[in-house]
């Protein structure tokens, strides 16, 4: 059990000094959030992301804010390989020695539609993006965190990760994945020095979530920054001893 609830957390000033955090899909969204507090905290934050303008700028925004000089991985999931993440691990791990904290955000919706109608395509290019890619990052970057002394990896999940949801095709069953993917790395490294969790942020108001539900009214939503309690208790030492929890941002 928790000794507070995450989605309450407050962190102290400076609470992620010293921690080395890569953070992926962070040039927008909740991952550029993400980025922006743990950089906040004091941590060096490596960011990750397709769009290299979107992740210059949140590189700006880190440095005028006067937090650690971060690192920017241009890197498209959809067509990255195993050896470019093993290279990018090689890269952390010359420049940084370890890396402490990973919060594997990115990912995509596809489109929404009927199950029967799912095209093949769509089918391999979510799972490639959603699932196949946090497995090979997992795998490169685990044992870099092992050389940490209180590493944490965080998964994104979703509502329709846990309850499928009609119409929501590849996307929910992705997510599912990404659930099990957790829960089995945490389980195996449990004795092993990196505790691995997993977040569903909730509605949020995102590009990704006003893609979802173009009818919405955005300003009904929570913002990145409201749900980054949980973002942040997972980063942190205080949640040291929590592993293979699936934790919501924004529980009922
Ligand atoms: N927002 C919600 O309501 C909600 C609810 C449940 C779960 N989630 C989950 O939360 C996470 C973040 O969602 P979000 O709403 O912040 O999404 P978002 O606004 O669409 O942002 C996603 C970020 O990931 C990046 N990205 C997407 N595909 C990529 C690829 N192939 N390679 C590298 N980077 C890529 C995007 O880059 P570009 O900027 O270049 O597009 C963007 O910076 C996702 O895992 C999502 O499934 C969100």
Known sequence: MHPIAPHLYQAADNSLKDKV???TGAGDGIGKQAALSYAGLGAT???LGRTVAKLEQVYDEIVAAGAPEPAIVPLDLKGATRQNYLDMAATIESQF????GALLNAANIGVLGQFNQIPE???D???QVNVKSQFLLAQALLPLMQKSAKASLIFTSSSVGKKGRAYWGTYAISK?????MSQTIADEYQKLGVRVNCINPGATRTLMRATAYPGED???LKTPLDIMPTYLYLMSDDSEQVTGQ????QPK
């Open 97 to 100: 020695s370890r890396l402490d």
């Open 45 to 47: 934050v490596i960011l």
């Open 125 to 127: 290019l979510i799972m």
């Open 176 to 180: 599912f994945a990404i659930e099990g």
């Open 218 to 220: 955005p300003m009904t």
């Open 246 to 249: 699936s934790l919501d941002a």
């Open 121 to 123: 395509d769509e089918w």
């Open 21 to 23: 955090i890569l953070v």
